[in-house]
């Protein structure tokens, strides 16, 4: 168990429709990432939150956004779901702001099915 | 940029056998380079990392990697592999001063009795 929580662990929506993913970082952690798992994309870096602002920014769609509220935790927002958003959504959370040395902490993740 | 290449999308092994999953990585300036494991249905967890210094990391469940520079590479061995070291490992690098990290496609190790 890392210490991160993601919920739900599962999500079936229809394509057009929004949904938010929340993650609750490991105590004390103050950066959060999302990643998106497909078996065609494999594993992509979406964005990363520090201390409440955004960090550094990935693949991420337009069509998606994410925040990190004063307690930390974290929300990702999908919206005008396609077929092709169906994927594993992971969260991360590290100690620190990075600058590439830390160790990602990684949740078990959010299976999203889109129909 | 960097980018990450890993050599082999599948490897199977018998058990008790030594395993090599070979990382290539491309970058322009100095790098951080990890190895995370992904069980079956499990988020990913780090196995080891070079931040600097001896070229050879040593991580956990018996595994380890060497840096080597000149050939760009950071491939991770484990001299005899289990059954429950069945799973996907990916190679990542970062970049001294930057915040993202890259990863691999995967390899998927496969441990047969």
């Known amino acids: 168990d890392s210490g991160v929580t993601q919920t739900p662990k599962h999500l079936i929506t229809a394509t057009g429709q929004r949904v938010t993913l929340r993650c609750s970082p490991r105590?004390?952690?103050?950066?959060v990432y999302w990643y998106q798992q497909s078996l065609d994309q494999g594993l992509q870096f979406l964005i990363q939150?520090?201390?409440?602002?955004?960090?550094a920014k990935g693949n991420i769609l337009e069509r998606f956004s994410a925040q990190q509220f004063p307690d930390l935790h974290s929300e990702l927002n999908l919206s005008s779901l396609e077929l092709g958003d169906s994927a594993l959504y992971f969260c991360a959370s590290s100690p620190t702001g990075g600058l590439g040395t830390d160790t990602q902490y990684f949740g078990p993740g959010t299976r999203l099915t889109v129909l | 940029a960097q980018s990450v290449t890993q050599l082999d999308s599948q490897v199977p092994v018998f058990e008790e056998a030594p395993v090599e999953l070979r990382c290539n990585y491309s970058s322009s300036v100095s790098v951080y380079l990890f190895w995370y494991v992904q069980y079956p249905n499990q988020g990913l967890q780090l196995l080891l990392k070079?931040?600097?210094?001896?070229?050879l990391v040593k991580g956990i469940n018996g595994f380890e990697a060497e840096f080597n520079k000149s050939q760009t590479s950071f491939h991770l061995r484990k001299p005899s592999v289990h059954i429950s070291d069945t799973a996907e490992y990916f190679c990542?690098?970062?970049?001294?001063?930057?915040?993202?990290?890259?990863f691999g496609a995967g390899t998927r190790l496969f441990v047969k009795a």
């Open positions: 939150y520090y201390n409440g602002e955004e960090r």
């Open positions: 070079y931040l600097s210094g001896s070229t």
């Open positions: 990542a690098v970062s970049d001294t001063g930057g915040f993202k990290t890259i």
């Open positions: 105590s004390g952690d103050l950066s």
